[in-house]
């Protein structure tokens, strides 16, 4: 067109009152949404007008310059980059932030600095207590009344461990609830998405770019971030043959290739947590031939590629039809066979490829269910993708995808993984299962860590002080009066001595505590045991002793010179009854004898001897007094049967170091775990920060903007009136 034409000049100042105007009401909106969560600042997008090839009476001397500006659409003002950097550090706030959540929950349960007397712990105090009170019993052996003082400390110290036990509990139980409503939360956040998804979808069939739909979901995908780290990608659904639309996915980050899917375009996955799951195999490896049961349909056979998979719908054909089997395939490898069907004794029995036939194991119960035992795997997995009306995805064949996608144990990252870890890592009490799941399982410590410390030092407690109140084995057979036949008087049946097989069906003798001590010693002086298997063979050796000789002490007769003796044990797992086996800080207590005066705190255990003021003895409560200073090797498998490292020593030292180890360990976690939080905290605000200097809407910026569009309408206006007079003047003037 020319310079200045007729009714084309006034299409190009029209075409620029309406650019300006829109203009106007973009920035009108983006004002009005200033304080809008999750807005993006809209700009629109202007393009020039312009028309190819000549007109019919075109002349070489008029210049073509275009038809004015069109409004083509509104757009966001997004950062792609920023929105991947934000979210991959959001998924490592809500990570920290759940770690430290929980571990502050542990702190106010196990932190005692300044909470007991004088600025002790409270159970470092009962400690004290406790050794207060056997100084004072040292200074009067023979009274009762110090007696009855020395077992009111210990029922004080046992009522500690078991508050600190069921705290831990509570906050484990909490936690695990806690853990369960982010689940829900989650995949009502999927759900939404992919709702959106359907409606911008739509949206977008007809030419709308739904940009306050696309808001809501970049809200929500932003959400999504701090529970789980995310990829988010977009690509072009084809919707018929000459169009299509642009389909978001989103996938767990670092999943693998193809990566595990939780939504793609109308269609969304759910997360499972079920309360019993199938007890998966911890050897399983999926990349080994002899590990899944056909050829993918994946493998170019012609070239020499083969791939595998145990999906039936992923399996490649026979020119039959039939599946194409592996050959190598073989389920009876330990690694192959996702699931375990297990025997009753805990033993594998056989390995399948079927979830429902497998072996199911408690996953998510709750502590009320009579099936809970305080082992929940917290195992999750990802339920197929669906639409809002539940029908299945298809893949390129056709064919529905209804396949369940385990997650591993270290296949998410964020606060779901953090609360998880935080419920089920075990440190160094982690067993050789744990540590196939997660390699880093050593290393990882929740609650039962703590639970299991705490346990153990309350193990060695009992077991130390039981084994100081009563006989050494090589005092029995003096202490106790035999008969002729030289076994113990009273103790002819060997049902009750509560330990079928000690003496190979013999009546009690004094010669089954003398071989005790024997078989100790030579543990003791073999050097082809572990230390781990040494202690527990001379612990059973001692176990069954002590059972034995509790049913000496029940039936028994003493000997004159042991007639003071009124040693047993003294802690017991349960108030009603004397049994110190499976002690654990939840259940330790008062034995029931040491409670109704049977047992009394044992002065010492030399026998009545002429000349010898027996009452003032002393040395065995000297003993005791010295047991809470005496350093003691723990090793988790003494308290854990099945931790992996359970033959190494952990910690070396007396109970009140073993105590403040607890603290410590949970302080330095604490600290670490703090210290990553504000750090990840302030580069996501920082993110944050950047993204909405590019996405937010900036009043100085719209001011801005709202004056130039205004210049830019007005000076449109004055086009079309400067239009006007000039064709009024050519039109009337000329005809003058």
Known sequence: ??????????????????????????????????????????????????????????????????????????????????????RDMNASVGAYEARTKGLEQLSDILDEVGQGKQGFGIIEDAFNTFVEMLNNRDYRPGSDDYDTLVRES?????????????????????????????????????????????????????????????????LLIDKLSGYMKIE??????????????????????????????????????????????????????????TSNRYISRESDLKNGITLYTNSAREAMRNDDGTLM????YDLDLETSGKYLILNADGSVKERTEDADAATQVPNALKRTDERYNDDNRLWMSLKPLVDEKGRYMRDEYHQEIKETVDLSDVQLYGSLQSKRELITEEGEFASEDDVKFDADANIKRGVPY????????????????????????????????TNAGGNF??????????????????????????GV??????????????????????????????????????????????????GGVMFSNKGDGNDPTGITAANITIAKAWSTGAVRTLHTKEPIRDGIDHTTLNDNIFHMVSLMDQKLDY????????????????????????????????????????????????????????????????????????????????????LMTTLDSMLDKLINGTIR
């Open 154 to 218: 210990a029922q004080t110290l046992t009522n500690y461990f078991n508050s600190y036990a069921d705290s831990l509990k509570v906050v484990k139980d909490n936690l695990t609830e806690d853990l369960k409503e982010d689940v829900d939360t989650v995949n009502n956040i999927l759900e939404q998405i992919r709702d959106l998804n359907v409606q911008i979808r739509d949206a977008g069939i007809f030419g709308d770019k739904a940009l306050e739909l696309r808001d809501a979901r970049n």
């Open 489 to 514: 008087k009273d103790i002819q049946d060997a049902d009750i001595l509560g330990v079928a097989g000690a003496v190979d069906g013999q009546p009690l003798s004094p010669a089954y505590f003398d």
């Open 1 to 86: 067109m020319a310079v200045i034409g007729t009714f084309g000049s006034f299409t190009a100042a029209r075409l620029g009152i309406y650019a300006s105007q829109s203009s106007l009401n973009v920035t009108g909106n983006n004002i009005s949404n200033i304080n809008t969560e999750g807005y993006t600042r809209q700009r629109l997008d202007l393009v020039s007008l312009h028309s190819y090839g000549n007109a019919r009476y075109h002349s070489g001397y008029n210049l073509d310059i275009g038809y004015g500006v069109l409004a083509d659409g509104a757009s966001q003002l997004r950062d792609p980059f920023l929105d991947i950097r934000y």
């Open 517 to 566: 001590a024997q078989k100790i010693k030579d543990l003791e002086a073999d050097t082809t045991l572990s230390a781990k298997d040494r202690e527990d063979q001379i612990a059973a050796l001692k176990e069954d002793a002590y059972k034995n000789m509790e049913q000496l002490r029940l039936n028994g007769q003493l000997t004159e010179a042991w007639s003071f003796y009124k």
């Open 635 to 718: 090793r988790a498998g003494t308290t854990v049967t099945d931790a992996k490292n359970g033959g190494e020593i952990y910690f070396s030292g007396s109970y009140q170091e073993m105590l403040a180890n607890i603290n410590l360990t949970l302080g330095m976690d604490q600290n670490t775990s703090i210290g990553q939080y504000n750090s990840y905290t302030q580069k996501a605000l920082n993110l944050e920060n950047a993204r909405q200097s590019v996405s937010g809407v900036d009043l100085n910026d719209e001011a801005t903007n709202m004056m130039m569009f205004q210049k830019s309408y007005a000076a449109a206006c004055q």
């Open 325 to 328: 089997e592996n050959p190598d």
């Open 450 to 481: 703590y639970q299991h410390a705490l346990d153990a030092l309350a193990q060695k407690f009992a077991k130390m002080y039981n084994e100081a109140n009563q006989l050494n084995f090589d005092q029995v057979k003096d202490a106790y009066q």
């Open 232 to 289: 988010v990608r977009y690509d072009m659904e084809k919707v018929d043959e000459f169009s299509s639309v642009e389909r978001i996915n989103i996938s767990i980050a670092d999943s693998g290739t193809p990566p595990i899917k939780l939504v793609q375009g109308i269609y969304a996955t759910q997360i499972d947590m079920p309360e019993m799951a199938a007890m998966r195999n911890p050897n399983y490896n999926p990349n080994l031939s």
